[in-house]
């Protein structure tokens, strides 16, 4: 998905050019198609399948734009979906054309935007920023729900492909609200929600059909073999369907079960891993119900999907996207924050302890101090730096406040080893020294502006430090610049900040390993560079990680392993060794075989960390307003060679998305199903 599609004229590419990297420096994707024009069919297949999936799109009017057949036709494709189509004006247009647009219902039902040679480029584009985040919630589910109801439609309606339980709720929800809303809904949208309930309504009536018959059978057999209640069980199912024999029920209970592994094993194709986990397990008892205990094809289509689920929790608090997640030392606290301007504290089973007041704007990072105090910092969009206590009672409270005034978004911050100080990067180039305690007798114990050391002055736009960290010393910050330089600053020692090495394009995130032996460094080309602390900061690995920019980096306990996360949804969170990284850009093989991907968030995935005390266990935040955690290795027992062994073995792993995570009448069924192996 993305969140802009541009049609233009490749007259105005010079613009569009500009237009698309401005997007993208303010963290807004755009799908531009840069090609010549192809007539083929794949061509326009995959214009249709952006334009589906952006969440706005953006005409750019020329005189040529508006005499382009591909442009016309880009247009009336998104008009058939009900896109949100925003036309920008570029170069002025004749009065014959502009009677052609007066009658264009698709161009004339919104208001112009003007970015002419002659208009301020910056006034526009913050306007065109404000218009296409204006209801992005609203948008956003609809490109969503259009893309997953094309793909029913392309899967020829398949029942397996509709929504089902809170998903399918959500988007009843968002239907009901969309009649005072843009864009509306399309008709395809509308069939494939009301398709969506009738055939759960239809599912869930038949599972309880079938539960209703286990318990009758329970209640009047009172004598006889096993066999005799399994019959009675069978037969009154066989009775609904007027079918006349044992063998017609039995039939009955495989293609009930054979439906359900069905929708199972669609949920894990989607990602959807915690609800392939709780569906799994409905159909495990739903087997014990039916006396189809013992079907192995069945058992090792559920087991297949169950062993391959790494996403453990899912946490859900946030009203908009959440920009950052920290674990405390001991791996018991998670706090997050993010756009809606609060922070969340958690503990590691999910539970919300506590939620901030709401701050004066989007909170950009949040992180726990390194050791045993519970104190985080938290910074903002308008340069507020906090520092945070959490309480015995596990409640959060403001300590401190950075008092000196700092131009633009701070966009990460960094306790040193003895939690005495906070190092702070900042969007105006400039990394800062908090003195938590006035050792110094000054609140700001030191800055450097980072362009006074830039090699590549000539490359700087006005981005600023991303992202920083402190060696296992602390006497020592590495921090990444705009220019795709990586610098070292030994701020005790009072010398310069130098240059160790170069990236492409701006450094995004800046992380030393646990034992201080290695500095990783990430750039917005999707590449990891490996750097050896202990050898003058020698290069000894490249990762080319993503496609996208790289949000987030973290090490391991053991530092064996290295997590990145990306803007790139379709394989936004991975996991490398570090040690088949090493030397292999020696060897012209560039790392570029993770030992693992993470799946499952909707959007980009902002910050990542592994749990300081479990080097399986990580959790991510994202732009879809989720916290996710993982356990990466396979926690499922490969001997596992019993249904009533998996079923105690998922119950076991889902316990605390079920207590905490997942609280809607699927969750509760599901939770009395495990309720023998978890308790409440």
Known sequence: MSDVFISYSRKDKEFVHKLNDTLKARDRESWVDWEKIRTAEDWWRKIQEAIAA?????????PDSIASDICRKEVDYASSLNKRIMPILRRELTKDLLSTMNHDHALRAYNWLYFQESDDFDEAFGNLLLAIDSDYAHADAHTRLLLKAIEWDGK???????LKDDGLKEAEQWLAESESKEPKPTELQVTFIENSRKVEDANLQAIQILKDAKEKAARQVKFGSAVLGVT?????????????????????????????????????????????????????????????????????????????????????????????????????????AGMDKTILLWNVDGKLLDRSIQQTD??????????????????????????????????????AQFTEKISGEVNDAKFNSDNTIIALASEDGTVRLWDLYKTS?????????????????????????????????SDIIAYGYEEGGVYIWNWKNKTKPYLIGQHNVLVSQIKYSLDGK?????????????????????????IKAHEKF????????????????????????????????????????????????????KDRVNTIQFNPSNKYMLVSSSNDKTIRLWHWNNIINSQSSSLDDLLAQSCIYSKSYLLFGVRNNLGMKVLDTCYNYIGR
Not at 54 to 62: E, L, M, R
Not at 453 to 470: C, M
């Open 362 to 399: 989007s909170i950009s990072s949040i992180s726990f101090s390194r050791h045993h105090k519970n104190e985080l910092v938290s910074t903002s969009a308008d340069g507020i730096v906090k520092l945070w206590v959490v309480g015995n009672d596990n409640k959060l409270s403001v300590k």
């Open 441 to 473: 007798k000054r609140e700001q114990l030191d800055l450097v502006n980072a362009k006074n050391f830039s090699k590549n002055s000539d490359k700087i736009k006005g981005y600023g430090v991303y992202s920083l960290d402190f060696n296992s010393k």
């Open 550 to 601: 790289i949000y987030g980096l973290s090490f391991d306990k053991d530092n064996s392993f290295i997590a990145s996360s990306s803007m790139d949804v379709s394989d936004s969170l991975k996991i490398w060794s570090i040690e088949k990284a090493k030397n292999s850009h020696l060897k012209d093989e560039i790392l570029k075989q993770s030992e693992t991907s993470l799946l499952g968030h």
């Open 518 to 542: 290695i500095l990783a460094s990430a750039s917005n080309d999707g590449v990891i560079k490996l750097w050896d602390v202990s050898n003058n900061y020698k290069l000894i690995g490249i």
């Open 54 to 62: 952006a969440n706005t799109f953006v005409f750019v009017i020329t």
């Open 156 to 162: 020829l309606r398949k029942d397996g492909f509709l």
């Open 232 to 336: 009675l069980l069978l037969s009154v199912v066989a009775g609904i369907l007027t079918a006349k024999s044992m063998n017609d029920a039995n039939e009955y209970a495989k293609l009930v079960i054979d439906k359900s592994i069905d929708g199972v094993e669609q949920l894990s194709q989607n990602n959807q891993q915690l609800e392939a986990l709780t569906e799994s397990i409905k159909t495990l008892d739903l087997m014990r119900v039916l006396n189809q205990k013992n079907n192995q094809s069945n058992f090792d289509r559920l087991y297949a999907v169950i062993s391959k689920i790494q996403e453990q929790n899912r946490l859900q608090g946030h009203n908009d996207k959440v920009l950052g997640v920290s674990i405390n030392h001991d791996g018991k606290l998670i706090v997050s």
